[in-house]
């Protein structure tokens, strides 16, 4: 539990609202590692309340890794429909944002604009496959919508192996984790 794994240029903060240092990583790295099973994926969604820890600026261990995620959560992508996207968006605008990646949008009135999904306008019509976890897609947390996704696919991967995989890679690479807040989710007045 005590090996390193990579290192942090910055502590990585506990979510709050509406982006955070923690909630873009974790966002980043499992949509980095879902990727690599489903090419088809525009993005992902996760909740504040599942991640459990800060990481400290420089080493991250195994067991950093395991205290961020102690749960034996499945990656999955859910198939969803426009209207099931609108409901994540409104359910991100009511809790004051989520982490997400490869999502930005603005939040005014209290409603969710200038929505971007994989680099592209929002477009209710379309069908969109999101990357979450089997803890959530199983309707945790306010979320039993997710439940009417049109289809359902297991990854074969355990979220926190995909941020031991993630940071591994980086180091490898010689490169640490450099997460920066870049206006995913903007609240304006």
């Known amino acids: 539990m005590s090996r390193v794994i990579g290192r942090t240029e910055q502590q990585l903060t506990k979510p709050s609202e509406p982006e955070t240092l923690m909630g873009n990583f974790f966002s980043d790295a499992i949509l980095a590692e879902g990727l690599k099973k489903d090419s088809s994926i525009h993005f992902t969604m996760a909740t504040k309340g599942g991640l459990r820890t800060s990481f400290p600026k420089g080493n991250i261990t195994v067991e ?3 205290e961020l995620m102690p749960f034996e959560n499945e990656l999955v992508v859910l198939k969803m429909s426009g209207a099931s996207v609108q409901k994540i968006l409104d359910f991100i ?3 004051s944002g989520q982490p997400v990646a490869g999502l930005k949008m603005k939040i005014k009135d209290k409603t969710a604009t200038d929505i971007m999904i994989a680099g592209k306008p929002f477009d209710s019509s379309q069908t969109y496959n999101v990357l979450t976890y089997d803890y959530l897609a199983n309707g945790a947390e306010g979320l039993e919508f997710l439940a009417d996704a049109i ?4 990854i074969g991967k355990k ?7 993630y940071i591994s890679d980086l180091t490898r690479d010689g490169k640490t984790i450099n997460t920066q807040l870049d206006g995913r989710i903007v609240v304006e007045d």
């Not at 289809?151 to 297991?154: A, G, I, V």
């Open 93 to 95: 605008v009511k809790s």
């Open 151 to 154: 289809e359902r696919k297991n």
């Open 64 to 66: 950093n890794v395991f």
């Open 159 to 165: 979220v926190r192996d995909a941020l031991m995989d």
